[in-house]
């Protein structure tokens, strides 16, 4: 049955139509592994922070964790301690400064970690009378964190996270400039503070599981087909035997009803 010059046609639409599915299957999974492929970004060559990030507008994704440098010069008087910041896995305090670049543009600078409030108040303390003068500052971009507010019981004042929106209302004069919807932190420590770990940033993106299904559903589609074609030159198979075997009984029955 299977050789028969109906069922060989049936055969090879029936393949076509499976190599059709499996290429749509091979389509889902090439964009499967492509969207789970990490583009490496050069993150460790520092360049002018104005190449990646404009002041007053929404840093691009490639900006965050990359190495940059900046010149201008810290305003005295204007730090802030960060509580609640971890530093090779110690839970410490950040002492951030208000930066301002050659064209006037605000930053914020996480200048240093101290394990403890008291020294990081003396390392602030410290920074406060320091003459402002110009500088190349080299550090990591990282993208502004959303302001927390303090859960009940806990000091209303207290500030856990770097966020540009919360200094504003603290630094005077900040909210006058453009300023940077960021951070940096310094590649140096400021004295009595210890370098802030900042490794190179790691980009992590999952497999799309859902283009990996759809391509299983397309290998199962081209497989049915095939399977189809098997049922069908069954089904006819069948269908000739039974009606072989119909004929046999009316032969016998006729062959009976003539003696």
């Known amino acids: 049955m299977m050789v028969r010059p109906r069922w060989v046609a049936a055969l090879l639409l029936c393949l076509a139509i499976a190599a059709g599915f499996a290429l749509l299957g091979q389509w889902q999974l090439d964009r499967a592994i492509a969207s789970g492929t990490v583009v490496e970004r050069t993150?460790?060559?520092?360049?002018?922070?104005?190449?990646?990030?404009?002041?007053?507008?929404?840093?691009?994704?490639?900006a965050n964790g990359h190495k940059v440098t900046l010149t201008g010069s810290y305003v005295s008087g204007d730090e802030q301690i960060i509580a609640k910041r971890l530093n090779a896995g110690e839970s410490g305090?950040?002492?951030?400064?208000?930066?301002?670049?050659?064209a006037g543009a605000s930053i914020a600078v996480a200048r240093g970690w101290a394990p403890t409030l008291k020294a990081a108040q003396a390392a602030e303390k410290e920074l406060q009378v320091h003459a402002a003068v110009q500088i190349e500052l080299a550090g990591r971009f990282v993208e502004a964190e959303a302001p927390v507010v303090p859960a009940d019981g806990h000091d209303p004042h207290e500030m856990t996270t770097v966020a540009p929106a919360a200094l504003i209302n603290l630094w005077p004069g900040f909210n006058e400039q453009p300023v940077y919807f960021g951070f940096i932190v310094d590649e140096l420590a400021a004295p009595g503070l210890a370098v802030i770990d900042a490794p190179a940033p790691v980009d992590e993106v999952e497999l799309n599981w859902l283009n990996v299904f759809y391509a299983l559903e397309w290998a199962v589609f081209a497989g049915f087909a095939v399977f189809l074609w098997f049922r069908l030159v069954k089904d006819a198979v069948e269908r000739e035997e039974e009606l072989a075997e119909l004929a046999a009984v009316a032969a016998a029955n006729e062959a009976i009803t003539q003696k």
Do not use: K, M
Request: negative net charge; charged residues 15%.
């Open 43 to 62: 993150t460790e060559t520092a360049v002018p922070l104005a190449d990646l990030v404009q002041p007053d507008g929404p840093p691009q994704s490639v």
């Open 93 to 102: 305090f950040w002492v951030v400064s208000h930066f301002v670049d050659s």
